[in-house]
Nanobody, 124 residues
Framework: VQLQASGGGLVQAGGSLRLSCRHS????????LAWFRQAPGKEREFVAA????????YYADSVKGRFAMSRDNAKSTVYLEMGRLKPEDTAVYYC??????????????????WGQGTLVTVSS
């Protein structure tokens, strides 16, 4: 499985950005997908996750109400729409995937596949 993340960049606080993650090498609708992020000097943390059928989506409390995750089965792509961005959202954002259901939706170690990451920088 390959996960190709894109869409990162520099944005001012309060602005918006959309990340994309293209999934290939396996049936897209069989995998749960998630976004994690890692700020400099910090551990990787959960951002959002979406079940294989797109029915259930989970969010970290820190992004709830500001970020929205969605998936386009026709394009084998998941998106992370980020709004009302804050400087503390600055991080490398990673796309992750797992067959079926991961044991823990917010646990990085429970996801089998990882993309290369895309940098999001929010200036104050």
């Amino acid at each position: 499985v390959q996960l190709q993340a894109s869409g990162g960049g520099l944005v001012q606080a309060g602005g918006s950005l959309r990340l994309s993650c293209r999934h290939s090498g396996r049936t897209f609708t069989r995998d749960a997908l998630a976004w994690f992020r890692q700020a400099p000097g910090k551990e990787r943390e959960f951002v959002a996750a979406n079940s294989w059928n797109g029915v259930t989506t989970y969010y970290a409390d820190s992004v709830k109400g500001r970020f929205a995750m969605s998936r386009d089965n026709a394009k084998s792509t998941v998106y992370l729409e980020m709004g009302r961005l804050k400087p503390e959202d600055t991080a490398v954002y990673y796309c992750a995937g797992h067959p079926g259901l991961p044991t823990g939706w917010s646990i990085a170690g429970d996801f089998r596949y990882w993309g290369q990451g895309t940098l999001v920088t929010v200036s104050s």
